[in-house]
């Protein structure tokens, strides 16, 4: 689950970790007020407004027909309102989101850390997450961090640099340290990063998040160091531990689809294909679309009716499918281990029933308990569904709908 940049930095500020200090503000009146009070807390003169969408890129990304950044410098508090009024309810674009972009509701007035006058400042990049591969957190850092840094790990990879945390025993003191002096601290603002990696590596454990993500961390001109923006990504399996987490979401900047899915207990992920796929199991799920791409055709989804698929299960899965346009026929693929495979059929024919009339042809592949009992069912449905029992014969049935 994903949150906003406000969200995040509060999150952090729990813990211990410096962040430039911001409010956030849902119009551009409410901006002003925020600089207003901003200005009265921290003595800043001017501020920064920053969009607020689950995206990177918003320094580069532009609203929707305009000029306006998604991050910019307001120097007096009409620029504040005046850039309020230009990100609010526009929709932003950056190289995250694609074209279509995501509409803006809220904005962040942060302090402006890189005040005039100060003297030179640094800038770093800093995430924790879990390399899957070697079993071990892992913090990935650079001396390069900012806007630019995508370029940095494509242009020169030895600048970016990892160190792999045993979860058993966490992160160890001269760990902190070593990261410190590879970013090339010294003295007060090596103290200060160690703090910093310490926190930080904290609030990513005792929050069970997927991915921390500050870029950039800032070594100001006091040698102090703030996370001045921040990532951050909470494992869903975690969330049953932290129901403060839950109240963070936000759907608005979410797929309606896989909301709907989500709230049917349904793992879904949309695709740019033409196939549906309705599949029991997430490796199942896999090697389905493989099976789809295999045949000529290409998967329009990912969604798991996961082991008890039912009649209501697939019903759902059959009208979340249908939402999309792109899909020209839907691969239904079961295995019967836990759920009997003629149950199964009986849930497609009722869920058929029950949604009508059905404009793309369904090819539904049940193998396992009752498997042949299951395609009697359909074969004698008299509906628009086509049975089959092998991979071989789902992909050639796809092939044929599809031509």
């Given at each position: 689950m994903n949150i906003h940049e406000?969200?995040?930095?509060?999150?952090?500020?729990?813990?211990?970790?410096?962040?430039?200090?911001?409010?956030?503000a849902e119009s551009a009146?409410?901006?002003?007020?925020?600089?207003?009070?901003?200005?009265?807390?921290?003595?800043?003169?001017?501020?920064?407004?920053?969009?607020?969408i689950h995206a990177g890129g918003r320094g580069k990304g532009k609203i929707t027909g305009t000029e306006q950044r998604g991050v910019a410098l307001a120097?007096?508090?009409?620029?504040?309102?005046?850039?309020?009024?230009?990100?609010?309810?526009?929709?932003?674009?950056?190289?995250?989101?694609?074209?279509?972009?995501?509409?803006?509701?809220?904005?962040?007035?942060?302090?402006?850390?890189?005040?005039?006058?100060?003297?030179?400042?640094?800038?770093?990049?800093?995430?924790?997450?879990?390399?899957?591969?070697?079993?071990?957190?892992?913090?990935?850092?650079s001396t390069e961090g900012g806007m630019d840094i995508e370029?940095?790990?494509?242009?020169?990879?030895?600048?970016?640099?990892?160190?792999?945390?045993?979860?058993?025993i966490g992160l160890q003191p001269f760990q902190a340290r070593k990261i410190a002096f590879n970013l090339g601290l010294t003295g007060e603002a090596n103290k200060q990063m160690v703090k910093f990696v310490s926190n930080?590596?904290?609030?990513?454990?005792?929050?069970?998040?997927?991915?921390?993500?500050?870029?950039?961390v800032l070594k100001t001109s006091d040698d102090k160091i703030i996370a001045v923006d921040a990532k951050v990504n909470f494992d869903d399996n975690g969330l049953i531990r932290h129901a403060d987490q839950l109240a963070l979401r936000d759907t608005s900047e979410e797929d309606p689809t896989e909301v709907e899915a989500g709230e049917s207990n349904l793992n879904y992920v949309k695709l740019d294909g033409n196939v549906g796929c309705m599949v029991n199991g997430a490796g199942l799920a896999m090697a389905t679309m493989d099976i789809?791409?295999?045949?000529?055709?290409?998967?329009?989804?990912?969604?798991?009716?996961?082991?008890?698929?039912?009649?209501?299960?697939?019903?759902?899965?059959?009208?979340i499918i249908l939402k999309d346009p792109n899909v020209k026929a839907i691969l239904i693929n079961i295995f019967g281990g836990i759920v009997r495979c003629d149950r199964v059929a009986q849930g497609v024919v009722?869920?058929?029933?029950n949604i009508g009339n059905i404009p793309v042809p369904i090819i539904v592949r049940l193998q396992?308990?009752?498997?042949?009992?299951?395609?009697k069912l359909i074969d004698e449905s008299g509906l628009k569904v086509f049975s089959a029992i092998t991979l071989q014969e789902a992909a050639d049935l796809v092939t044929q709908v599809l031509n």
């Amino acid at each position: 689950m994903n949150i906003h940049e406000y969200q995040a930095k509060e999150i952090l500020k729990k813990y211990g970790v410096a962040i430039q200090e911001g409010i956030v503000a849902e119009s551009a009146d409410g901006a002003v007020d925020a600089a207003k009070k901003l200005q009265e807390q921290t003595g800043t003169s001017w501020v920064v407004v920053k969009a607020q969408i689950h995206a990177g890129g918003r320094g580069k990304g532009k609203i929707t027909g305009t000029e306006q950044r998604g991050v910019a410098l307001a120097k007096s508090l009409d620029d504040v309102k005046t850039i309020s009024a230009n990100l609010i309810g526009g929709t932003l674009v950056t190289i995250q989101t694609g074209e279509a972009g995501k509409k803006v509701s809220k904005v962040l007035v942060a302090q402006d850390v890189y005040y005039p006058g100060a003297s030179p400042t640094k800038e770093f990049y800093m995430s924790i997450l879990l390399d899957r591969k070697e079993g071990k957190n892992v913090i990935i850092y650079s001396t390069e961090g900012g806007m630019d840094i995508e370029d940095v790990a494509h242009n020169t990879p030895e600048l970016i640099h990892k160190e792999h945390i045993d979860p058993a025993i966490g992160l160890q003191p001269f760990q902190a340290r070593k990261i410190a002096f590879n970013l090339g601290l010294t003295g007060e603002a090596n103290k200060q990063m160690v703090k910093f990696v310490s926190n930080l590596y904290k609030a990513y454990i005792g929050t069970d998040s997927g991915m921390f993500e500050i870029n950039p961390v800032l070594k100001t001109s006091d040698d102090k160091i703030i996370a001045v923006d921040a990532k951050v990504n909470f494992d869903d399996n975690g969330l049953i531990r932290h129901a403060d987490q839950l109240a963070l979401r936000d759907t608005s900047e979410e797929d309606p689809t896989e909301v709907e899915a989500g709230e049917s207990n349904l793992n879904y992920v949309k695709l740019d294909g033409n196939v549906g796929c309705m599949v029991n199991g997430a490796g199942l799920a896999m090697a389905t679309m493989d099976i789809i791409k295999l045949s000529g055709g290409d998967p329009a989804n990912f969604l798991d009716v996961g082991g008890s698929a039912n009649a209501k299960t697939v019903e759902a899965g059959f009208r979340i499918i249908l939402k999309d346009p792109n899909v020209k026929a839907i691969l239904i693929n079961i295995f019967g281990g836990i759920v009997r495979c003629d149950r199964v059929a009986q849930g497609v024919v009722d869920a058929y029933q029950n949604i009508g009339n059905i404009p793309v042809p369904i090819i539904v592949r049940l193998q396992g308990t009752n498997a042949v009992e299951a395609k009697k069912l359909i074969d004698e449905s008299g509906l628009k569904v086509f049975s089959a029992i092998t991979l071989q014969e789902a992909a050639d049935l796809v092939t044929q709908v599809l031509n």
